[in-house]
């Protein structure tokens, strides 16, 4: 298997090979168009593919670009598992769901967050509540996205952000990030102010095709944390939960939680998977993020920053412009050979035991 040839150098590269793959493989296709176009000019839009019997009593959703530029990586996996025939060994009984760029805006344009700067990721909370609060974010707001992005800008909000961790440890610096915020819109991570467009499309699409079904398994595809190329999975359900504790089943030892201490991600709320959730109440829903390494997590959130910066107060077309959507990209996506294989194997290999633990459920 030549990996590499799976992973897309672009949105629409990514999506015309989704689409023929899933056409050859027996899938139905449905087509949400984006109300808002790339950076080319060209469409963008959510294409889901649907695979085995309606209304199923099992069945795999898989979801690409909830973070718009890791479809890279997702969109690969995504095309590597139906070129690989992954639709065709399905067991009898199980449909399966697959979701390419459910943040097309994000994808297309080479951000983490979508077309409203929201992190959907951070989005799927009940706007009529309380939002969750962050204080850690509020107090180093200002540094993290400064209205200057220059040499010196960098180095006095850095020397801020440095501080930070220097007092409360680096984890809780990225905690304090990652953690998602729902009072700065300028700021990163924000989980928006009211249900996102690729929210409101993930909703539907759950709601149409899984919701007489009685066991999901949900593989959300995710990209920047934790060493090169290692695929993490990452439980969106609480430890003590039925879905936790079948994740455990099914993904193995290899399987972290956040609220364990055992992952390196952050404790993060409103993701799809609390979403599916509230949604799919006849479903024994069992969510996981299989999260790929690529940079440190400093660079990681600089990218982050500028892109943040660029797209705020930048010019997205000038030289400067090209050059942090190149470092955003690099962040998010490892454009070499053997990053790609040790990728596309995890994840033929986690759908495989996602399935078989759907098979068994
Ligand atoms: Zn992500």
Sequence with gaps: MNASEH?????????????ALARAEGGALHVLPHPAKGPDGGDISIDAAWFGPPDPARA??????????????????????????????LPAGVGALVIHAINPHGFAWTRR????????NRNFVDFDQPLPQNPAYDAIADAVAPREWTAESRAATLKVLLGYAREHGEFALQGALQGGQYRHPG????????????RRRFLDLANRFLGRSRAVAFIDLHTGLGPYGYGEPISMQRPGTPGN???RDWYGKELTTPESGDSKSAIIVGTLGQGLERELKNADLT??????GTQPVPDVML????DNWLHLH?????????????????????????WKEKVLARALDMIDRGVAGLARA
């Design 7 to 19: 992973f897309p150098a672009s949105y629409a590269a990514g999506r015309d090979r989704f689409r």
């Design 60 to 89: 795999l959703l898989l979801v690409s670009a909830t973070h718009g530029v890791e479809g890279h990586c997702g969109s690969g996996c995504q095309s590597g598992w139906l070129a690989a025939g992954g639709p065709r060994r």
């Design 113 to 120: 967050v979508t077309e409203d700067n929201v992190d959907l």
């Design 187 to 198: 700021g990163i991570f924000f989980g928006g102010a009211a249900p996102a467009w690729s």
């Design 245 to 247: 504790t079948r994740a």
């Design 287 to 292: 969510s996981m993020a299989l999260e790929y």
């Design 303 to 306: 990218a982050l920053r500028a």
């Design 314 to 338: 930048g010019d997205v077309g000038s030289a400067q412009g090209r050059a942090i959507k190149r470092q955003v990209r690099d962040a998010f996506y490892q454009d070499h050979d053997d």
